[in-house]
Structure formats: structure tokens, C-alpha cells
């Protein structure tokens, strides 16, 4: 099934649109069954970057968008309404991500926006998302200290990823020394802070951890690598942290398997490195190395097997690999479906108090729970890196019993941070501070 | 009464000292049992599924005597060893497809649910200890140092008698160097040892000298007596005012490896930007272009001649120096000649190249990283004194170098050579002397673009291969170029290099992004002084 295209639905039609439309709705009678009219469909609205530094990243999610539309249609749509995906592209261009957003609530009149990647580019559509009241759904993980109405947050907050992965390493690997390496940006840097408070308060000496950035795209490691070698050889079992992004990581884990650093010595636990990012690599010297998701390929239950098989037959490509995000765009879409199901509207307002206590199976076994802060219940996976790019997970030992984590949007080892608390459901507040009984905290 | 009572009491001591005896014979017959079958039930633990089930299995086998416990560990190190959960059956996977029972050796078939046995990381450290304590005595005398290099990593005390009998044993002299350094380590580690024995361990491990050595010294655990632990402090103090000497070597080694590639990436632009002085925004995407051509080569060779797969460098360099000098020429034909004489035209056209470049790589390849793999001949390291080589880098410094040399005497020798020089100098007498002067431009920027596309292939092996590869070296090749000095190839030669090494001393102090801020404000303040760079060209032609 092909999408409509979007000339054939803009609202004041052309005469070359008339006759375009009318030959649709022949081809349509002659094929289908009955022909809709084309304010008929409900649009959604794929706010992804395709070109630039984050297609890298983003286009697949628009893929996977464009896939979970695609089935739901053949189910019947929802609310016997046909689904149309209507895609822009923000061209890895954080303002332009603005004028995206605004161009699809307002011209297009989308019922709801799955988008973003980076932190930066959902701060640039926040505004645009108030102001319009419609809805967004961000499915990668972030470094949390955010709670709006507008914005629904399927990826994991610092509590789903960063912390469960700290607390693996100290307790099963008895790691005492830490490098916290990251991209200079705000999701690292908010991360680490939130990590060296968390390691300080389970006793960690200043001294045994290291906090080091490095630009966009940093090639050349050779510095940094030996100076991950040299602190950890100080008697101490060391790891390291990496929040280091997109395209930094392959020099990274090459330089990381030239200097001979196994991860028996030196594992590296990164928390922005998937099947995707590992596709371009050799992974053969970085097997042992970790990351921690809420969802890797290789879990094998029978609906991640039904999903991976449709996503092959959707791309024609039988090699192409799912990731965590991907996997937060199918929980997101799907929730949002019972939850106009549920409002019997498309009306934003009705479908964002529908949303909390939605509940849908995620891919790995569990089902998760969309909470009153905007954040869903995720389960917490360990993996390490094979030599065949797949991960192999070795926490917990049954992925399929994996304990499900709420999402906390506030961490509760910032100072400041830990007396918020976001409840939009009863306290109708994204902010609000537990000490002084106020909505409108601010995080420092 | 008395002697009625003896009678059952003699019967009685009798029954017993029977009973006792036939007990004891008993439990011998159940130890033997067990140990018989305890083979067996370690080996059937990694049928249980867990990380730490496995773990104690790797201790029981490495210490049962048996002749299979080597082949079970190796098999489960290279991830052979196949375990069935429902019937505890454990099998080995011979390197040559043969299936074995891993309890008894014994021909098998593989059983139908059955998956490989699972490792992690602590696993896998314990594999490493019990191989090296399996392989100490292995007829290989390389096998038997990585043997004892495990050892020294792993310093478990149950060891210590098999490193002693390894070592009286050992004729290798490197070899037993390794198993030495083994015995120290335990020692130092092994709480009861003797006074002496711990002091002489912490002069061997002192007498290493390098970063492992550090960390097993400062790792020792703290009930040393006041001596030992004194000559701990100094031996740990001697190893690092060494290392930091040797650490110096090291900054100044990555150094000439960054310069190389900043003098590998700037080399192109020397030509178009230095020699024909056209801002080419788009010669990043030449280096990409000549990436992309390596990424094809490879993709090609991996499907058909898995074989040639360590030549494909080789192979490429041609390919993409053709590529792309193609694509440089079809730029220069189709919009360059338009615009010499206005650099703001240049820059804005050229920059939109650079773009569309972009996309269309984009949209032919895809977004993602394409994986470019590393020859046999690019992989690994080696240790030059305290420093670690990694051979793609030293490849690469020798690469830049040798591309370097052969511009140089293209320039220099050939009749395109001086044609090149005479047109960029004067470009109406060349034009009056008989030069097809457009020609000569073409074929220029073809030279500078075909050898962007060189770097490529080489930038491929430290770098991701996506779209965005060429913008990542732009804004560095400018500066290079700039530093140097415009149309000087050596100035670009020792900008590279200084530029290089100034960054990489600076980085263990300023960390990596200061110390890029840092290497820009030292250029703006340079330039400031010298607006004509390191080199600058002097002559009639400049000045014009």
C-alpha cells in the first residue's frame, strides 16, 4: 500500500489536483472499497531529520514510522479513519526544527508529531508545542530535568539506562575507578552530572573518577585512549562510561581495539551506541564491550520477531537492524492508538488525558505503562557487544523477566532537581516542588 | 553375670570394627565415585544457563586433571562449546565441524535445542586465567609465555606450584622471563609468603617498568611489612618518572600522526586553494568521494575475491585518485572556470557543490556509517620501548609522506609540472608561450581533487565513512594550508606537522576541546603577525 501523495490532499485543490483526485478515486473505487473523501484521513506528522548530520541517525526512525502507519491502515485505521504520515525534513538544523513543527500543526493540521532526536532540537519545537497545543512523541533517551503536557517521552530517562548500567558494572564486575566520557553537549553533560553525584553517594572517592569531553565528531582518540589506560592503571578495576555521540564512536572503538584495550581490562559501557551505529564497524576486537538499552535486536520473543520480520519486508532488506528508539516509536505509536481509542477523538486535549495509564506490550516481554509524568515504565537491558554486531544480553539473565523502571523525569541526586516531581494527571504539573508545595520548580 | 555379658560385648566390638571397616571402604568407594563423576557434573554446570553456574565450572574443570579440560575451555573461549538445557548434555564443536561429548570425548551429535554456551566479561577473565594455568606447559614456547602472561594477570595463588614446576622446567629464555614475572606477581599478592620472597618479587615487577606493572603494584593489597612496602613506593615512584619521559615520547608521536593526516587531507587543497588559489569549500567532499570509492573496492572485493581482501587499499588508491580527480575536472569545466577572479562566487558556489555532493552520496549509499575494514597489515600495535605503535597510523604517516614526495616531483620533473607552475605564476606569458592555459586549470584542479581522493582511502581506515566524512576536514585543511603559507608546499608539509604537535601537547593539559580553542587562537594571533603564513611566496606574481 502506497501513501497518498501530498498534493492530492493539500486543501484547495488545483484544476490539475481535481483531475488528479478524481483519477485517485477511480482507482481507488476500482480497487479498493469504499473511496474516501480526502479530509477523511487523519495525518501524522514525522518531524525527522533526513538530510545532515543526524540522517545518520533519524532516518530510520522515519522508516519505522512510515512502517507502524502502514500496518495500522491495514487494520482499518483507527477510529475507521485511514492514517496518512506527512514527512518534513529538518535537516539536522535545530531552528529549522521550529518552523517544521509549526508548519505541520498549522498547514497540515497533523493530529499528532513523532520527532526529534537530539536534545537541542526538542527544546527548539517545545515552544511550538505549547503554543499550538498539539502532541509530541520523543522516543530516544535523554538526559531528563523536562516534563511538558505536550511531549510524551518513550525513551528512557537517566534512572531507565544510565544508572541501572552504573550499578551493573559496580556490582558485577566490581568496578571502583570511572571514566565518564562524553560529546560536549547537554545530554552528556547533564548525564555525568547526574552520575558523579550518584557514584559520590555511594562512596566513590573524587579521585577515581574521570570526567572528559570531546567535540562533534572528534577523530583522533590516540590522547584520550592512553589517557583512559594510564588511569586505569592504578591498581583499581576501571571502566568507562560513554556518552559519547554519533559519529565519534567508530574512531573511538578503533582506537580503543588498536591500543589493545579488551573490555576484560577496560570495559566501556556507552548508552548512545546500537545496532545501527555498530553496522559500520569491525566488531571483532570491541566483543565483551557493553551497552545498556531498553531493547536490542537480538531478544528473542515472539513479538520482536514478528516486528524485525516486518521491518525486513517493509525495507526489502533483509539485513536491516532495529534499535531502541525504533522499538519507543511502536510503544509511542501504539499507545497513542488506544488512546484516541480510548478519548474517541483526535482532539489533542482529549487524547493527552487519555495517555496516562495506557498500557502496551512492549517488544521484549513486559508491558509498559505511559505515567502521569509523561514518561513510560521501561525494562533495563545489558548488553555486550559480538563479534557479529549484536548484542548479547547479560542483564538481567532472563530478558524475558526483565523488572519493568518508571521513568523519573526529575533525578533525585541533583540538588534542586530531586524536589520536583511532574504529575500531570492529579498535580496538573510538570514542576512541581515538593518542599514549597509550588508548581513551577526549577531544576539547577 | 560377667562372662555372659563379655560374650555379646566381643560379638558387639567385632560387629562394630566390621561395620567401620566395610563404612570406610564405603566412602571410599562414593569418593572415588564423585571424583569420577564430578568431571562430569562441573562439565554438565554449563548446562544450567548461568554466568556464575559457568564460572564454577571453569574452576572444577581447570582443576580436574583431565585431559578434556583444555579443549572444553579453549572451546568455550571461542564460543564452540554448545550446551543443551533440558538434557545437561555438553558438546564441543571441533574447529574441523566434529561434535564431541565435552564430559566424556566421545563422538556425539549436537543436540537439537542446544546454544552456546554464554560469556561475560568476568567469565571471560576467568577463561583467561584457567587457559594460561591449562597452558604453561604447552609445547609451544609462545603459547607457553601467553600462558604465563595470563598468569601474571589473573595472580591466583592455587597457580603458584604449576608456575613453580613450569619454571624449573622452562629453557626459553623469554619464556622464562614471562613465568617469572608470573611467580612475582603471585607472591606479592599471596598473603603467607616469606619477607624475602615479597621483596624480590617487587624488584622484578619493579624491574618491568611499564603501566601493568604500575597497577600491580599500586594494587597491592595494604599488609606488606614497613620494608616491603617502602621498596613498593619506590619501585612505583622509579616506574613513573619513567613513564612520564616515555609519555612525552608519545604526545610527540601522536603528534606526527595527526599531522600526518591534517598534511594528508590539506595536501589537495595546497594545489586547488594554494597553487590556484580557488576556495574550494567541496574538497572535503573528495575526500569522501575517495572514502566511498575504498568502501565499493572493498564491498567488491568481499563478495568476489575474499582473498585479495588485504590488497583493496592498494587497489583503490588508483581507483579513487581516478574518481575523484574525474569528478574534480567535471567541477572545474562545469563551474570553476566561470568564477576565477571572484572568491566570493568561488566560495558560495563551491560550498553548494559540496552540499549536493553530499546529498547524493547520501541518497546512493544511505545515511549510515558504511564499514571499511582493516587490512591484516593495518591492525594491532607494537610496543616500541613504553609506547604503543598502532600500525594504521604508522601507515599512514608513511602514506602521507610518500604522497607528499610524489606531488613534489611531479611538480618538479614533469612537463605538467612546469606548465602547472608557469600558468599559476604568470599566466599570460605562459598563455603567449604556447601553454593551452584552461587545459593546464582543468587538469590542476583534477591533480589537487585526485589527490583529496587518495586521502580518502587512507582517512577511511581511522574514520567513520559517512556523508558528513569531508566537512569534519575542511575548516582543518584551510588552516593548514593558511599556516603554511599559500601556494608553498613544504609551508603546508611543516604546518601540518607543527600544527599537529603543538595540539597534541597541548590535550593531555587542556583537554580536547580547549586545546582545539587553543590551536585556533595561536593561529588567528599568527596570522596577525604573518598574514602570509610560515612561507610565504615571494615574487612578482604574488605581489600582482
Same mark, same amino acid.
Given at each position: 500500500?502506497?501513501?497518498?501523495?501530498?498534493?492530492?490532499?493539500?486543501?484547495?485543490?488545483?484544476?490539475?489536483?481535481?483531475? @488528479?483526485?478524481?483519477?485517485?478515486?477511480?482507482?481507488?473505487?476500482?480497487?479498493?472499497?469504499?473511496?474516501?473523501?480526502?479530509?477523511?484521513?487523519?495525518?501524522?506528522?514525522?518531524?525527522?531529520?533526513?538530510?545532515?548530520?543526524?540522517?545518520?541517525?533519524?532516518?530510520?526512525?522515519?522508516?519505522?514510522?512510515?512502517?507502524?502507519?502502514?500496518?495500522?491502515?491495514?487494520?482499518?485505521?483507527?477510529?475507521?479513519?485511514?492514517?496518512?504520515?506527512?514527512?518534513?525534513?529538518?535537516?539536522?538544523?535545530?531552528?529549522?526544527?521550529?518552523?517544521?513543527?509549526?508548519?505541520?500543526?498549522?498547514?497540515?493540521?497533523?493530529?499528532?508529531?513523532?520527532?526529534?532526536?537530539?536534545?537541542?532540537?526538542?527544546?527548539?519545537?517545545?515552544?511550538?508545542?505549547?503554543?499550538?497545543?498539539?502532541?509530541?512523541?520523543?522516543?530516544?533517551?535523554?538526559?531528563?530535568?523536562?516534563?511538558?503536557?505536550?511531549?510524551?517521552?518513550?525513551?528512557?530517562?537517566?534512572?531507565?539506562?544510565?544508572?541501572?548500567?552504573?550499578?551493573?558494572?559496580?556490582?558485577?564486575?566490581?568496578?571502583?575507578?570511572?571514566?565518564?566520557?562524553?560529546?560536549?553537549?547537554?545530554?552528556?553533560?547533564?548525564?555525568?552530572?547526574?552520575?558523579?553525584?550518584?557514584?559520590?553517594?555511594?562512596?566513590?572517592?573524587?579521585?577515581?573518577?574521570?570526567?572528559?569531553?570531546?567535540?562533534?565528531?572528534?577523530?583522533?582518540?590516540?590522547?584520550?585512549?592512553?589517557?583512559?589506560?594510564?588511569?586505569?592503571?592504578?591498581?583499581?578495576?576501571?571502566?568507562?562510561?560513554?556518552?559519547?555521540?554519533?559519529?565519534?564512536?567508530?574512531?573511538?572503538?578503533?582506537?580503543?581495539?588498536?591500543?589493545?584495550?579488551?573490555?576484560?581490562?577496560?570495559?566501556?559501557?556507552?548508552?548512545?551506541?546500537?545496532?545501527?551505529?555498530?553496522?559500520?564497524?569491525?566488531?571483532?576486537?570491541?566483543?565483551?564491550?557493553?551497552?545498556?538499552?531498553?531493547?536490542?535486536?537480538?531478544?528473542?520473543?515472539?513479538?520482536?520477531?514478528?516486528?524485525?520480520?516486518?521491518?525486513?519486508?517493509?525495507?526489502?532488506?533483509?539485513?536491516?537492524?532495529?534499535?531502541?528508539?525504533?522499538?519507543?516509536?511502536?510503544?509511542?505509536?501504539?499507545?497513542?492508538?488506544?488512546?484516541?481509542?480510548? @478519548?474517541?477523538?483526535?482532539?489533542?486535549?482529549?487524547?493527552?488525558?487519555?495517555?496516562?495509564?495506557?498500557?502496551?506490550?512492549?517488544?521484549?516481554?513486559?508491558?509498559?505503562?505511559?505515567?502521569?509524568?509523561?514518561?513510560?515504565?521501561?525494562?533495563?537491558?545489558?548488553?555486550?557487544?559480538?563479534?557479529?554486531?549484536?548484542?548479547?544480553?547479560?542483564?538481567?539473565?532472563?530478558?524475558?523477566?526483565?523488572?519493568?523502571?518508571?521513568?523519573?523525569?526529575?533525578?533525585?541526586?541533583?540538588?534542586?532537581?530531586?524536589?520536583?516531581?511532574?504529575?500531570?494527571?492529579?498535580?496538573?504539573?510538570?514542576?512541581?516542588?515538593?518542599?514549597?508545595?509550588?508548581?513551577?520548580?526549577? @531544576?539547577? | 553375670? *560377667?562372662?555372659?555379658?563379655?560374650?555379646?560385648?566381643?560379638?558387639?566390638?567385632?560387629?562394630?570394627?566390621?561395620?567401620?571397616? *566395610?563404612?570406610?571402604?564405603?566412602?571410599?568407594?562414593?569418593?572415588?565415585?564423585?571424583?569420577?563423576?564430578?568431571?562430569?557434573?562441573?562439565?554438565?554446570?554449563?548446562?544450567? +544457563?548461568?554466568? =556464575?553456574?559457568?564460572?564454577?565450572?571453569?574452576?572444577?574443570?581447570?582443576?580436574?586433571?583431565?585431559?578434556?579440560?583444555?579443549?572444553?575451555?579453549?572451546?568455550?573461549?571461542?564460543?564452540?562449546?554448545?550446551?543443551?538445557?533440558?538434557?545437561?548434555?555438553?558438546?564441543?564443536?571441533?574447529?574441523?565441524?566434529?561434535?564431541?561429548?565435552?564430559?566424556?570425548?566421545?563422538?556425539?551429535?549436537?543436540?537439537?535445542?542446544?546454544?552456546?554456551?554464554?560469556?561475560?566479561?568476568?567469565?571471560?577473565?576467568?577463561?583467561?586465567?584457567?587457559?594460561? =594455568?591449562?597452558?604453561?606447559?604447552?609445547?609451544?614456547?609462545?603459547?607457553?609465555?601467553?600462558?604465563?602472561?595470563?598468569?601474571?594477570?589473573?595472580?591466583?595463588?592455587?597457580?603458584?606450584?604449576?608456575?613453580?614446576?613450569?619454571?624449573?622446567?622452562?629453557?626459553?629464555?623469554?619464556?622464562?622471563?614471562?613465568?617469572?614475572?608470573?611467580?612475582?606477581?603471585?607472591?606479592?599478592?599471596?598473603?603467607?609468603?616469606?619477607?624475602?620472597?615479597?621483596?624480590?618479587? *617487587?624488584?622484578?615487577?619493579?624491574?618491568?617498568?611499564?603501566?601493568?606493572?604500575?597497577?600491580?603494584?599500586?594494587?597491592?593489597?595494604?599488609?606488606?611489612?614497613?620494608?616491603?612496602?617502602?621498596?613498593?613506593?619506590?619501585?612505583?615512584?622509579?616506574?613513573?618518572?619513567?613513564?612520564?619521559?616515555?609519555?612525552?615520547?608519545?604526545?610527540?608521536?601522536?603528534?606526527? =600522526?595527526?599531522?600526518?593526516?591534517?598534511?594528508?587531507?590539506?595536501?589537495?587543497?595546497?594545489?586547488?586553494?594554494?597553487?590556484?588559489?580557488?576556495?574550494?569549500?567541496?574538497?572535503?567532499?573528495?575526500?569522501?568521494?575517495?572514502?566511498?570509492?575504498?568502501?565499493?573496492?572493498?564491498?567488491?572485493?568481499?563478495?568476489?575475491?575474499?582473498?585479495?581482501?588485504?590488497?583493496?587499499?592498494?587497489?583503490?588508491?588508483?581507483?579513487?585518485?581516478?574518481?575523484?580527480?574525474?569528478?574534480?575536472?567535471?567541477?572545474?569545466? =562545469?563551474?570553476?572556470?566561470?568564477?576565477?577572479?571572484?572568491?566570493?562566487?568561488?566560495?558560495?558556489?563551491?560550498? +553548494?557543490?559540496?552540499?549536493?555532493?553530499?546529498?547524493?552520496?547520501?541518497?546512493?549509499?544511505?545515511?549510515?556509517?558504511?564499514?571499511?575494514?582493516?587490512?591484516?597489515?593495518?591492525?594491532?600495535?607494537?610496543?616500541?620501548?613504553?609506547?604503543?605503535?598502532?600500525?594504521?597510523?604508522?601507515?599512514?604517516?608513511?602514506?602521507?609522506?610518500?604522497?607528499?614526495?610524489?606531488?613534489?616531483?611531479?611538480?618538479?620533473?614533469?612537463?605538467?609540472?612546469?606548465?602547472?607552475?608557469?600558468?599559476?605564476?604568470?599566466?599570460?606569458?605562459?598563455?603567449?608561450?604556447?601553454?593551452?592555459?584552461?587545459?593546464?586549470?582543468?587538469?590542476?584542479?583534477?591533480? +589537487?581533487?585526485?589527490?583529496?581522493?587518495?586521502?580518502?582511502?587512507?582517512?577511511?581506515?581511522?574514520?567513520?565513512?559517512?556523508?558528513?566524512?569531508?566537512?569534519?576536514?575542511?575548516?582543518?585543511?584551510?588552516?593548514?594550508?593558511?599556516?603554511?603559507?599559500?601556494?608553498?608546499?613544504?609551508?603546508?608539509?611543516? +604546518?601540518?606537522?607543527?600544527?599537529?604537535?603543538?595540539?597534541?601537547?597541548?590535550?593531555?593539559?587542556?583537554?580536547?576541546?580547549?586545546?582545539?580553542?587553543? *590551536?585556533?587562537?595561536?593561529?588567528?594571533?599568527?596570522?596577525?603577525?604573518?598574514?602570509?603564513?610560515?612561507?610565504?611566496?615571494?615574487?612578482?606574481?604574488?605581489?600582482?
Amino acid at each position: 500500500m502506497t501513501f497518498p501523495t501530498k498534493s492530492l490532499l493539500s486543501a484547495p485543490l488545483s484544476r490539475r489536483g481535481w483531475l @488528479a483526485a478524481a483519477a485517485g478515486l477511480c482507482l481507488g473505487l476500482s480497487t479498493f472499497a469504499p473511496a474516501r473523501a480526502a479530509d477523511d484521513t487523519i495525518k501524522i506528522g514525522i518531524l525527522h531529520s533526513l538530510s545532515g548530520t543526524m540522517a545518520i541517525s533519524e532516518t530510520t526512525l522515519k522508516d519505522a514510522m512510515l512502517m507502524l502507519i502502514d500496518e495500522q491502515n491495514k487494520k482499518g485505521g483507527v477510529l475507521g479513519k485511514k492514517l496518512e504520515a506527512v514527512v518534513v525534513d529538518p535537516a539536522s538544523n535545530w531552528p529549522l526544527f521550529a518552523e517544521k513543527a509549526r508548519e505541520l500543526i498549522t498547514k497540515d493540521k497533523v493530529s499528532v508529531v513523532f520527532g526529534c532526536w537530539t536534545s537541542v532540537s526538542r527544546k527548539s519545537v517545545l515552544p511550538v508545542f505549547k503554543e499550538l497545543d498539539s502532541i509530541l512523541f520523543y522516543p530516544v533517551q535523554y538526559e531528563g530535568e523536562e516534563s511538558e503536557r505536550n511531549v510524551f517521552y518513550t525513551g528512557a530517562a537517566p534512572n531507565q539506562q544510565a544508572i541501572p548500567a552504573v550499578d551493573y558494572l559496580m556490582n558485577e564486575s566490581g568496578v571502583e575507578r570511572w571514566v565518564l566520557a562524553g560529546t560536549d553537549y547537554v545530554y552528556p553533560r547533564t548525564t555525568n552530572k547526574i552520575l558523579e553525584a550518584y557514584l559520590k553517594s555511594k562512596g566513590v572517592p573524587a579521585g577515581d573518577i574521570m570526567v572528559n569531553y570531546t567535540p562533534f565528531g572528534f577523530s583522533d582518540w590516540q590522547t584520550e585512549v592512553s589517557k583512559i589506560k594510564t588511569f586505569g592503571s592504578a591498581g583499581k578495576k576501571t571502566a568507562v562510561v560513554s556518552t559519547i555521540n554519533g559519529d565519534a564512536n567508530v574512531p573511538f572503538y578503533k582506537e580503543l581495539g588498536n591500543q589493545g584495550i579488551k573490555a576484560t581490562d577496560i570495559p566501556v559501557v556507552a548508552f548512545s551506541v546500537g545496532e545501527e551505529e555498530l553496522a559500520g564497524l569491525d566488531t571483532k576486537p570491541l566483543v565483551g564491550h557493553l551497552a545498556a538499552w531498553n531493547y536490542f535486536e537480538s531478544i528473542n520473543t515472539p513479538a520482536n520477531k514478528a516486528f524485525i520480520k516486518a521491518w525486513h519486508a517493509f525495507t526489502k532488506n533483509p539485513k536491516r537492524t532495529t534499535n531502541d528508539p525504533m522499538e519507543a516509536h511502536y510503544i509511542g505509536f501504539n499507545m497513542w492508538v488506544k488512546a484516541v481509542e480510548k @478519548a474517541k477523538s483526535f482532539d489533542p486535549d482529549k487524547v493527552i488525558a487519555a495517555l496516562p495509564g495506557i498500557k502496551q506490550a512492549n517488544l521484549t516481554g513486559g508491558v509498559s505503562e505511559m505515567l502521569p509524568n509523561h514518561h513510560i515504565t521501561k525494562p533495563v537491558f545489558i548488553g555486550e557487544i559480538q563479534a557479529d554486531g549484536q548484542f548479547n544480553v547479560v542483564s538481567p539473565d532472563d530478558p524475558k523477566k526483565a523488572r519493568l523502571v518508571p521513568g523519573d523525569a526529575w533525578s533525585d541526586y541533583l540538588p534542586g532537581s530531586k524536589d520536583l516531581e511532574s504529575d500531570w494527571v492529579k498535580l496538573k504539573c510538570g514542576n512541581y516542588n515538593k518542599v514549597t508545595k509550588k508548581c513551577g520548580g526549577q @531544576a539547577s | 553375670m *560377667i562372662p555372659r555379658l563379655a560374650v555379646p560385648l566381643r560379638v558387639l566390638s567385632r560387629a562394630l570394627s566390621l561395620l567401620a571397616a *566395610i563404612g570406610l571402604a564405603a566412602m571410599i568407594a562414593t569418593a572415588t565415585a564423585a571424583r569420577a563423576g564430578s568431571f562430569a557434573d562441573a562439565v554438565a554446570l554449563f548446562a544450567a +544457563g548461568s554466568f =556464575s553456574d559457568s564460572a564454577d565450572a571453569v574452576s572444577q574443570i581447570e582443576t580436574s586433571g583431565n585431559p578434556l579440560a583444555l579443549p572444553i575451555v579453549n572451546a568455550l573461549h571461542d564460543g564452540r562449546l554448545y550446551a543443551d538445557e533440558a538434557s545437561k548434555t555438553v558438546v564441543i564443536k571441533q574447529p574441523d565441524g566434529k561434535v564431541i561429548n565435552a564430559a566424556t570425548g566421545a563422538p556425539a551429535a549436537m543436540p537439537a535445542d542446544a546454544g552456546v554456551v554464554r560469556l561475560n566479561n568476568k567469565l571471560r577473565r576467568r577463561i583467561a586465567a584457567a587457559l594460561g =594455568s591449562l597452558t604453561l606447559l604447552a609445547a609451544d614456547p609462545e603459547t607457553r609465555i601467553q600462558a604465563a602472561r595470563a598468569v601474571y594477570k589473573s595472580h591466583d595463588a592455587a597457580a603458584l606450584p604449576l608456575v613453580e614446576a613450569a619454571l624449573r622446567k622452562e629453557t626459553n629464555a623469554a619464556a622464562k622471563n614471562a613465568l617469572g614475572d608470573a611467580r612475582a606477581a603471585i607472591l606479592l599478592f599471596k598473603p603467607d609468603a616469606a619477607e624475602a620472597d615479597k621483596l624480590d618479587a *617487587i624488584a622484578t615487577i619493579g624491574a618491568r617498568g611499564d603501566q601493568e606493572a604500575l597497577a600491580l603494584l599500586s594494587s597491592i593489597p595494604g599488609n606488606l611489612s614497613p620494608a616491603a612496602a617502602k621498596s613498593a613506593q619506590s619501585a612505583m615512584q622509579a616506574i613513573k618518572s619513567r613513564l612520564a619521559l616515555w609519555s612525552m615520547v608519545q604526545d610527540a608521536w601522536y603528534g606526527l =600522526s595527526l599531522g600526518s593526516v591534517l598534511l594528508l587531507a590539506a595536501i589537495g587543497l595546497a594545489i586547488t586553494f594554494g597553487v590556484m588559489g580557488v576556495i574550494n569549500m567541496a574538497h572535503g567532499e573528495m575526500v569522501m568521494i575517495g572514502a566511498y570509492t575504498t568502501f565499493v573496492v572493498q564491498d567488491i572485493i568481499r563478495a568476489r575475491y575474499p582473498a585479495m581482501f588485504d590488497y583493496s587499499l592498494l587497489i583503490a588508491l588508483p581507483l579513487a585518485f581516478l574518481v575523484a580527480g574525474l569528478i574534480g575536472i567535471l567541477i572545474e569545466r =562545469s563551474v570553476i572556470r566561470f568564477l576565477y577572479g571572484r572568491p566570493l562566487e568561488t566560495l558560495l558556489a563551491t560550498w +553548494g557543490l559540496s552540499l549536493i555532493l553530499q546529498q547524493a552520496v547520501r541518497t546512493a549509499f544511505g545515511p549510515n556509517n558504511r564499514e571499511v575494514g582493516n587490512p591484516s597489515w593495518m591492525s594491532g600495535a607494537f610496543d616500541l620501548g613504553h609506547i604503543s605503535i598502532t600500525y594504521n597510523r604508522l601507515w599512514i604517516l608513511c602514506f602521507a609522506l610518500a604522497t607528499f614526495a610524489v606531488l613534489l616531483a611531479v611538480l618538479r620533473f614533469t612537463r605538467f609540472g612546469l606548465e602547472m607552475r608557469a600558468v599559476t605564476q604568470n599566466r599570460r606569458m605562459a598563455a603567449a608561450m604556447g601553454i593551452a592555459t584552461s587545459r593546464v586549470d582543468a587538469l590542476t584542479f583534477g591533480l +589537487g581533487s585526485g589527490i583529496a581522493g587518495i586521502a580518502g582511502v587512507a582517512l577511511s581506515q581511522i574514520d567513520n565513512v559517512s556523508p558528513n566524512l569531508g566537512q569534519s576536514y575542511i575548516i582543518d585543511s584551510f588552516m593548514v594550508v593558511v599556516f603554511g603559507g599559500v601556494g608553498n608546499l613544504w609551508g603546508t608539509l611543516v +604546518g601540518a606537522f607543527s600544527l599537529g604537535i603543538a595540539n597534541k601537547f597541548l590535550e593531555p593539559f587542556a583537554g580536547a576541546v580547549l586545546g582545539k580553542i587553543a *590551536i585556533l587562537v595561536l593561529i588567528i594571533l599568527f596570522i596577525q603577525k604573518r598574514p602570509r603564513g610560515l612561507f610565504a611566496l615571494k615574487g612578482r606574481a604574488v605581489e600582482a
